[in-house]
């Protein structure tokens, strides 16, 4: 499965969560997942691992994405983002 056209979104926390607990999610568009017609823009679970050598995510409830390009405004409102993501 693959998301394209993709940013980082951070889940509700309160002000005593702790900085790496915040849990971050993926949004974008979804492609070969069977519960979704392809293009689909979808919020993933919280992000579990995280494999920079195969440019991929598994999130909470198990499901394993290959993360393409990703959006534009994202990329140009956060500059290198998507470098500091993978990092």
């Avoid at 999610?25 to 997942?33: A, C, D, L, M």
């Avoid at 995280?50 to 499901?63: A, C, L, P, Q």
Wanted: charged share 30%.
């Amino acid at each position: 499965m693959k998301i394209e056209n993709w940013s980082l979104f951070q889940g509700e926390v309160d002000g005593y969560t702790a900085p790496e607990l915040i849990p971050v999610h993926i949004i974008g568009e979804v492609y070969g997942n069977p519960k979704f017609t392809d293009g689909t823009r979808i919020r993933t679970a919280c992000l579990e691992d995280v494999d920079r050598e195969k440019k991929t995510i598994t999130t909470h409830s198990g499901s394993v994405y290959e993360l393409a390009a990703a959006d534009e405004e994202y990329e140009s409102l956060y500059p290198n983002a998507v470098q500091r993501f993978w990092e």
